[in-house]
């Protein structure tokens, strides 16, 4: 596949603290080295808990922000230190969802001129706009009606749904969504995670997905890096990082999830502690002080993320003793798929459900709920 | 990394019996807000009790009325709320009607609270050992310097590091993680009766919230307290509870032991819930979904209020409101729909058919 964004040895360190002179007296190394690719029409996500630097590669990814190392390379051409004007064009190809549908949308501007926005700056005529905006509307499921309502109107998956559509208005090829449905109630959250991946397959998108919550990504991603402290420690698709992790700290992370099934309560290996804080250098692996399988290497020779796989595919591990955390299947990603009378009742549910869609269609066959979207012609 | 005792599905469920002590008995409970000149309905007769030592989980999405039934038990409800009927006893006694300061002896005392966000929930101009010490003392007549060490030993029970130095620390200088521990250290200083952690893990990483749910079940099992957790996430659920209720649009419309409710769901809803975790095992197809959204207060239909929503509905569950009835077979296990369980109504088709 070819490769839409690449990122070589990226940095992000920001100054802290002042000392007597005004110098900055420490260095929060927020992005710490990470070289990574995203191929055109994937899926990347980007997993690890709060502070361990997700956010800060996804706007270095969009050159939101400046790069204190490194370089960021998107669809051929090095933007590592463009100025905010010579990227402007290039701001209708990549573009952001944010997590927060409460506080990402303008509460005093109507939905459509939320939608407008992103088109005029883009020189976009008044009535193409128009058009433009019901198109949108159209694609996330949301009715064209709606563009003339404040977003205090809509409930948290429909502003999660105008953010998309906000997204999609200049037609990128290329978008981050960070933690875009971290926000949502489960409910929501399927409706919004199936109509991002029928957005993806319709208009041929590259995603990067960051989030906290490692079994959206199972359902999202196809492939996955998990980060800790500024770097990635692992990086494989999808399914193999669930079932054969190789990094001890994303064995840790799928273990805590709290899984829908009474069945498991599983004697689990929780982690202990909490991420160290990143302004400290560490000498050896950043992982060292919570690692159930450290070793004195550790404390003192820090690892780097290397190929793990001889022949096909890839699987990248920063870890020493990688062959040793190597332990088979999570008991979490392992358990079954509920009691044979829950799916019995599930699949009555899923069919009565389709007979009454295909009914309301039948009786409304004009009315678009989740409507078909085209590109735009520039 | 510690290796944390099993607890055997067969053991929890049976964890009652011993202990049959009814700590909180809701009953019928129906709460409104006002609005303008109406009324608009909240909570429409919710009704469960919790013995000691058990954990009762409320689970639904935002706006089921999940956090007001807790904020109703707590005495702290806004004051556009009415109460429109019901009772809520805890232990025995009626906590409806009941004056301010009788509330507030109750308060932090016989029954305590973490709340959801632990970052808003401490006082940023206090250390932690002066709110910990006044919560401690406003409910024991202790002197300052016992207070102090009571509240040092509950940091401890809470397992935070170098406890006595976190006394006179303020809450900006704890993680997340940490605050929350001290809120629970905080809410179970004075050995509640009953505990309520209203999403306590919900602003946290998911491996501190695996810290968090272990750390209440840990101390459950030592005080024997009774926890009400409201949550939204069924994997919460199934982790920690021993009941669950689930709550849609101010109903409970299904009550079980949390093995009945994941193995023999049967209202409609409850089908749909669990279908729709993003599960971490096998199953990658698009995830199935409910369409359309939860009824906005002032537009619930008269009968059924999942109606609206539901694929079997008809014209009996539009208009009248299905019992909270027992399920056939199960003592604890009850439901409210004209239509489960759902395998007969697939006969009733074939035999209209």
Known sequence: METLLSLSNISKWYPVGRDLLGRPSGMLRAVNDI????????????????????????????????????????????????????????????????????????????????????????????????????????????????????????????????????????????????????????????????????????????????????????????????????????????????????????????????????????????????????????QGCRFAERCPLVRDRCHSDPPVLRETLEGGGSHQVACHFWREADRGTPIATAHGQGSARYRQRLALFQEQLARQQRVAQQSTTDCPTIARCSTPNH | MSRLATIPVSETGAKASPDQHCVLRVDDLSLGFRADTEVLSILDGVSFELNAGRTLCLVGESGCGK??????????????????????????????????????????????????????????????????????????????????????????????????????????QLSGGMRQRVMIAMALANDPQLLIADEPTTALDVTIQAQILELIRRLQCDTGTAVLMITHDLGVVAETGDDVAVMYAGRIIEKASVVELFDDPQHPYTIGLLSSIPRLDGNLERLPVIPGAVPTPNEMPSGCRFSTRCPFADERCLEQVPPLGEVAGSETHAVACWKAPLEHQLAYQEVGA
């Open chain 2, 67 to 172: 956090s007001v039934t807790s904020l109703s038990i707590m005495g702290l409800l806004a004051d556009n709320a009415e109460i429109l009927g019901g009772s809520i006893r805890l232990d025995g006694r009626e906590l409806l009607g009941l004056e301010r300061r009788s509330l507030e002896r109750l308060r932090g005392d016989a029954m305590a609270m973490v709340f959801q966000e632990p970052m808003t929930s401490l006082n940023p101009a206090f250390t932690i050992g002066d709110q910990m010490i006044e919560a401690i003392r406003c409910h024991r007549d202790l002197n300052a310097d016992k207070a102090r060490q009571h509240a040092v030993e509950m940091l401890i029970r809470a397992r935070i590091p170098a406890a006595e130095e976190r006394l006179n620390e303020y809450p900006h």
């Open chain 1, 35 to 282: 070289s990574l690719e995203v191929k055109r029409g994937e899926t990347l996500a980007l997993v690890g808990e709060s502070g361990c630097g997700k956010s800060t590669l996804a706007r270095l990814m969009l050159r939101l922000l400046e790069p204190s190392g490194g370089r960021v390379i998107f669809d051929g051409e090095d933007i590592s230190h463009w100025s905010a004007r010579r990227m402007r064009p290039l701001r209708a190809r990549m573009q952001l969802i944010f997590q927060d549908p409460f506080s990402s949308l303008n509460p005093r501007m109507t939905v459509g001129d939320v939608l407008e926005e992103p088109l005029r700056i883009n020189g976009w005529t008044r009535s193409r706009r128009r058009a433009r905006v019901a198109e949108l509307l159209a694609t996330v499921g949301l009715h064209a009606a709606h563009a003339e309502r404040y977003p205090h109107e809509f409930s948290g998956g429909q502003r999660q749904r105008v953010g998309i559509a906000r997204a999609l208005a200049c037609g990128p090829e290329f978008i981050v969504g960070d933690e875009p449905v971290s926000a949502l109630d489960v409910l929501v959250q399927a409706q919004i995670i199936n109509l991002l991946g029928d957005l993806k397959a319709q208009l041929g998108l590259t995603l990067v997905m960051i989030a906290h919550d490692l079994s959206v990504v199972r359902h999202m991603a196809d492939r996955v890096g998990v980060m800790y402290l500024g770097e990635i420690v692992e990086l494989t698709d999808t399914r193999t990082l669930f079932e054969r992790p190789r990094h001890p700290y994303t064995r840790a992370l799928i273990e805590a999830v709290p899984q829908p099934n009474p069945h498991i309560r599983p004697s689990r290996d929780l982690l202990e502690g909490e991420s160290p804080s990143p302004l400290v250098a560490a």
